[in-house]
Each structure stands twice: as structure tokens, then as C-alpha cells.
């Protein structure tokens, strides 16, 4: 079936850096979209979303964009900080479920 | 604290016994869900309730799963006779039914040994 997933398993940034999440879906029917931030032994924390009918959502210090021409799906972090390690999912909603990529963990660098 | 809340954290049983979680989500929101996490994988849906209403279950909740939403307020999650294979993170998340924002809890922890 269609499912949500990430360019890449792991991205290393150095503090004050910005960071870029990528995130391809084949999913053309999904209407929503969520990126997650989960840190080591905890659940998945709400960091920002968009509709289908959007291709850009800033929030604070993140910005999400969204191509549907190519089906891809980015989160940008600005000034990166230590509190910003974590695994980021992508999630699309269809319905009413969501279904979430492998994730990327993100490590940065002091 | 106004956020999804799941208990117990962690649970540690041996295989066949039987375990139940519980999670009491953001009030007013009359959507409930549960998922099973893994280590190194995104979480999988299991299934999910309009109000007390179980709508939709996936093909991973085996019929050792049940889940439960009696009063379309708090929700539990109950797997008879443990397998090893269920050892997982299981996360309760919920949402307006007009919002599409969903909002996870901690998770429950289970360890099958």
C-alpha cells in the first residue's frame, strides 16, 4: 500500500545551523499532513501541519513546505539547538488515520 | 496537565499473562486512538473511536487485541495471553473530530519476557 517515508535515516547539523527534514508520500489522496518530534522514551510531540491545499506553513522557528507536483514534504528548523535532537516523522492523514515514515534522527553537533 | 495521559508507563510481564492499558485523552476530544510502536519504526494505527464507537481496526490488532471506549471518555487497551512479539511501545493519541491535529500521550511501555 502507499505509505509515507524519508530521504534520509539520520542528519547531523551543527548548533545555530538551519535543518532541512525531507519526506516523499505517494499517498495523492492524503489531505493533511503532520510532522512529529519524538524524543528518546517519549511519545510523538505535534510540531506543525499543513493542508493539501497549502504549500507553505511557517511556525516558530519551523517551516513546512509542501510540493505536490513531486510528492514531497520538508520541515526546516532555523538555528538549530541541542533540544532539537530528536526523530522527526512525517505523518499523512487519509480519513481519519495517520500514517507515519521510518523517521529521520536528527543529532546536533555543539 | 491537560495533554493525552497513558498508565502505566511501563509494564514488564511474563508471556501469557494478561496486560491492560489505559489512557484518559484531552478533554472534549471525541476522537481516541491507539498505536504500537516499535524500536526504530514510525508508530502503526491499531485502531481508533468516534465517541464509544470503535469505527476502524487494522489487521494488526489480532483478536488477543481489544480496546474499549465505554463511556467515550477514557480507553483501554487490553492483550490476552502476551507474546514476545508485543513487546512495543503502545501510544493513545486524540483529536476533535473537526480538527485534524491529532496529539499523542507518553506511551505505555511493554516488555514481554
Known amino acids: 500500500g502507499e505509505s509515507v517515508g524519508l530521504h534520509l535515516p539520520t542528519l547531523s547539523v551543527q548548533e545555530g545551523d538551519n535543518s532541512i527534514i525531507n519526506c516523499a508520500y505517494s499517498n495523492s489522496a492524503s489531505d493533511y499532513f503532520i510532522w512529529y518530534k519524538q524524543e528518546s522514551g517519549k511519545g510523538p510531540q505535534f510540531i506543525i501541519d499543513?493542508?493539501?491545499?497549502?504549500d507553505k506553513r511557517q511556525g516558530q522557528r519551523v517551516t513546512v513546505l509542501l510540493n505536490k507536483t513531486v510528492k514531497h514534504l520538508s520541515l526546516q528548523i532555523a538555528a538549530t539547538q541541542p533540544g532539537d535532537s530528536a526523530v522527526y516523522f512525517c505523518a499523512e492523514i487519509w480519513g481519519v488515520k495517520l500514517s507515519f515514515g521510518a523517521g529521520t534522527t536528527v543529532t546536533v553537533r555543539a | 496537565d491537560t495533554g493525552v495521559s497513558q498508565d502505566p508507563r511501563h509494564k514488564i510481564t511474563k508471556r501469557g499473562q494478561n496486560v491492560t492499558f489505559r489512557c484518559d485523552p484531552i478533554s472534549e476530544h471525541n476522537r481516541l486512538y491507539w498505536y504500537r510502536q516499535t524500536l526504530g519504526q514510525g508508530p502503526e494505527f491499531l485502531t481508533y473511536?468516534?465517541?464509544?464507537?470503535?469505527?476502524?481496526k487494522s489487521r494488526l490488532l489480532s483478536d488477543r487485541f481489544s480496546a474499549e471506549r465505554p463511556k467515550g471518555s477514557f480507553s483501554t487497551l487490553e492483550i490476552q495471553r502476551t507474546e514476545q512479539g508485543d513487546s512495543a511501545m503502545y501510544l493513545c493519541?486524540?483529536?476533535?473530530?473537526?480538527?485534524?491535529?491529532?496529539?499523542f500521550g507518553e506511551g505505555s511501555w511493554l516488555t514481554v519476557v
Open positions: 499543513i493542508r493539501s491545499n497549502m
Open positions: 493519541a486524540s483529536s476533535l473530530s473537526r480538527v485534524n491535529t491529532i496529539y
Open positions: 473511536f468516534q465517541n464509544e464507537a470503535q469505527l476502524e
